[in-house]
């Protein structure tokens, strides 16, 4: 039996119901989209390696998106995150008999442990120091995989890796993909929901206002060391997925042009929300690599778009499209307000 309020309102109605019903319609509407995207990549070759590319740049820059966008801290050691999980990867495949699912598990343990260690190691540095001392960390780290050639083989890099099993069953390539996206939409929706939650509102205070946050008896030195390890841990997911699907890893697969763009996708997508990493990804793989009319000159348009954004619109395209999505209900509510009240003042007649 369904509860009707004294004035005739179900109990989902009110602020409360409608911001379940926008959220439902979120999950549902960017659920039906990355189904959309498994569709069109379909048996098209190169429409399937902009999908792999585009979720790989996706979960980068959702690694990126909570230490960086909502707790201010700039790390730029991501390329190594990234490279720890394609290795993981490729060691697994060619040193070992183990599943591949469990070379996913440990290199996003690896990467975790890694930011978790070099966040403690200069947790005393903001701003440009700490964006130069991991940007050093990242060429370090790349210098490492050509020199361990008894580990990472080098130059030459790791490949003949083997296809990802689940169950038994081989995955295609399509499959793969369609592992990519929903891991891609999972993500989101649950940084997405972090975001509001008391996490995250704590963590975004502590960007602003990090004294407060400390007064309240929330350690902000250990907030930012959680996000930066889970942050790691993402964007290993998106190396390992990359080099499942190419069967193959060298230290120039992850480079750290890669970690320049994936800062600015959020500020190009929108940093309210989660999505707003992935729409910058999305627009990234198009303009550098599907638009063949901008030819080599996508990265130069993706700067341009960037600065645009930031001159003209500050929040993103998703935060704009939200703000006309608000004003269009607001003028919609009010055409049904002034159509209820004419039709009453009709029958009252």
Known sequence: MTAVSAHGETPHAGPAGRLRSAETARVLGTLALTLGVIAWAGGDLFRQDLAILGATYALLALGMYMPFNLAGVLSLAYSAYVAIGGYAVGLVATKTGWPLPLAFLLGAVASAALAVALGFATRRLSGFYLAAVTLLF????????????????????????????????????????????????????????????????????????????????????????????????????????????????????????????????????????AWGAVLGAVLVVQLTFNLQIFERAGSLIFGVAVLAVLVIAPRGILGYAGQAARWLHRRLARARGTAQGTGSGGTAR
């Open 138 to 273: 990242g060429v370090a780290f790349q210098s490492f995989l050509l020199d361990a050639k008894g580990i990472t083989g080098g130059a030459l890099g790791i490949g003949s890796i083997r296809p990802l099993t689940l169950f038994g069953a081989e995955l295609d390539r399509l499959s793969l993909i369609a592992l990519a996206l929903l891991t891609v939409w999972i993500v989101a929706v649950a940084m997405d929901r972090v975001r509001r939650s008391p996490f995250g509102v704590a963590l975004q205070s502590s960007r602003d206002v990090p004294a407060a946050v400390e007064a309240a008896g929330v350690g902000v030195p250990a907030l930012r060391l959680t996000v930066l390890g889970a942050g790691a841990a993402v964007a290993s997911l998106g190396g390992a997925l990359f080099t499942t699907a190419n069967q193959t890893i060298g230290p120039d697969t992850f480079t750290l042009h890669l970690v320049t763009l994936a800062i600015f996708m959020p500020l190009l997508g929108g940093q309210g929300s």
